[in-house]
């Protein structure tokens, strides 16, 4: 069974420019979370996506947002990118909402210039 | 928000046993989690303790809960080069609340 897939796997852009991360969950897993690992912080919660809706939102703001689509695979949108936007953004998911076990990808790590 | 706290960094010799602590705030956490994080890669569920529960055992893995002192920690036994990583606890409030808080890892680093 393939696990969380994410791409790319490594994305550079330059301060004020989008940037956009995808995450393929394991197959038959209907939430998605997004979460971001910087340097030194060990892992923030940003987003949590079950069948097609945004479900819960951890402390950022707005210019990060995301969706799901109805295969389940989910976009993390990042708009008007600043320097410690720079950091490993990791996607996990499990196979319903309020499953206490989520399968993480390897990771995006997005390095903002 | 809740936090769940954890020492950088630990060494250990290879064969002996390692014990990695983890503190947390919330009380009513009803899961806590221990993952692994290799260089390069994402993170890997290792084990996971109800908050009913005291201990938890997993071949080289052993899982105790403090429930009074918010305290958890995971001891491996005999270990081996390739525990070298990160090893995050996490807590999660509720099942289906789905909001997990990670502490900042402990880098784990075996000498062989």
């Known amino acids: 069974e393939a696990g969380v897939t994410q791409s790319p796997t490594h994305l550079i852009k330059t301060r004020g420019q989008q940037a956009t991360l995808r995450c393929s969950p394991i197959?038959?897993?209907?939430?998605v979370y997004w979460y971001q690992q910087a340097l030194g912080l060990g892992l923030q919660f940003l987003l949590w996506?079950?069948?097609?809706?945004?479900?819960n939102r951890g402390n950022f703001p707005p210019r990060f947002s995301g969706r799901q689509f109805p295969n389940y695979s989910s976009e993390l949108n990042v708009n008007a990118l600043e320097l410690e936007d720079s950091a490993l953004y990791l996607c996990?998911?499990?196979?319903?909402?309020?499953?206490?076990?989520?399968?993480f990808g390897p990771g995006t790590r997005l390095t903002v210039t | 928000g809740e936090d769940v706290e954890q020492s950088l960094f630990l060494s250990v010799r290879e064969g002996d046993s390692s014990v990695i602590n983890c503190t947390y705030t919330?009380?009513?956490?009803?899961?806590l989690y221990w993952y692994k994080q290799e260089p390069g890669a994402g993170l890997q569920l290792l084990t996971y303790?109800?908050?009913?529960?005291d201990m938890k055992q997993d071949q080289r893995l052993t899982v105790l809960l403090n429930k009074k002192d918010k305290h958890l920690s995971l001891r491996i036994a005999d270990t081996q080069t390739g525990d070298s990583a990160i090893y995050f606890c996490?807590?999660?409030?509720?099942?289906?609340?789905?909001?997990?808080?990670f502490g900042t890892g402990t880098s784990l680093t075996v000498i062989p």
């Open positions: 996990a998911s499990s196979p319903r909402g309020g499953s206490y076990e989520q399968y």
């Open positions: 197959s038959g897993h209907t939430s």
């Open positions: 996506y079950d069948e097609g809706e945004e479900r």
């Open positions: 919330d009380s009513s956490s009803t899961y």
């Open positions: 303790i109800f908050s009913n529960m």
């Open positions: 996490a807590e999660s409030p509720n099942l289906t609340g789905n909001q997990f808080y």
